[in-house]
């Protein structure tokens, strides 16, 4: 993952809303949700959470798909898998990480 694309995925989950869809596409897995069911889960208005959810297409962590006349959308795990090995990919200096890193 490049630095730019990092700072555009990090801050697309700096805001609550965001933050918070992303959270419930994770917990809904592969399948993901609705954008409707999304909406009604987070009580968002329809119109605020279609902005939410091209800020985080746009960083490439959902990705949505349609399904009939529905949107779903889904987390792009391979996204956050690569921001979080970018975050971590130099911890400890190549050394073996003790308890203080969580490892």
Same mark, same amino acid.
Request: proline share 4%; net charge neutral.
């Given at each position: ?14 805001? /609550?809303?965001?933050? &918070? ?5 994770? $917990?809904? @897995?592969?399948?993901?949700?609705? #954008?409707? %069911? ?16 091209? /800020?985080?297409?746009? &960083? ?5 798909? $349609?399904? @009939?006349?529905?949107?779903?959308? #889904?987390? %792009? ?27």
């Amino acid at each position: 993952m490049e630095n730019k694309d990092a700072i555009t995925a990090l801050a697309a989950l700096a805001q /609550e809303s965001r933050l &918070a869809t992303y959270r419930l596409l994770v $917990q809904a @897995g592969p399948d993901g949700l609705a #954008a409707s %069911r999304i909406a009604e889960k987070l009580g968002l208005p329809a119109s605020s959470l279609s902005f939410h959810l091209k /800020e985080l297409t746009h &960083a490439h962590l959902v990705v949505p798909r $349609q399904d @009939g006349r529905f949107v779903i959308y #889904a987390a %792009r795990f391979d996204t956050m898998n690569a921001l979080v090995g970018f975050l971590t990919e130099n911890c400890c200096d190549g050394q073996s990480c003790g308890p203080a890193c969580g490892a």
